[in-house]
């Protein structure tokens, strides 16, 4: 079963895909089943640059000290959730732009998630 909001991704092609409604099919790419994307949380040993952090009520950014944005490793985007699940934000990053969001909406996020190409998502709290 899936639920609203979850991502998924292709081990074979790397396509990555949003639950925009909770069903009880598997999904499949490339003949084969979709991984769910568990969030990681805590990032320590990886030098504390890819938990997203709030910095403020209106901007996020991708690690205590900002996640390096190269070709070969780099944050491909940032989403903020609101605590219903009614409102979703998110911003997809060019590989060489800083890895920092602004938020547009005036309603409360408490979670943010972040996917780093090489490194998986992640996931950080208010």
Partial sequence: MTEK?????????GNIVQIMH??????????????KLI?????????????????????????TELHPMTEEHHIEFIQCVSPDKKHVEIKFLEKL???????????????ALEYCNIHGLWEGKR
């Fill in 22 to 35: 909770s069903g009880d099919g598997e999904l499949v790419c490339c003949e084969k089943p979709m991984e």
């Fill in 97 to 111: 732009e800083e890895p920092k969001m602004k938020l547009c909406g005036n309603f409360e996020h408490n979670c």
């Fill in 5 to 13: 909001l979850e991502l998924y991704r292709c081990t074979i092609c």
């Fill in 39 to 63: 969030p990681q949380k805590d990032d320590t040993d990886k030098h504390e640059k890819h938990v997203p952090i709030f910095t403020d009520f209106n901007e996020i950014q991708v690690g």
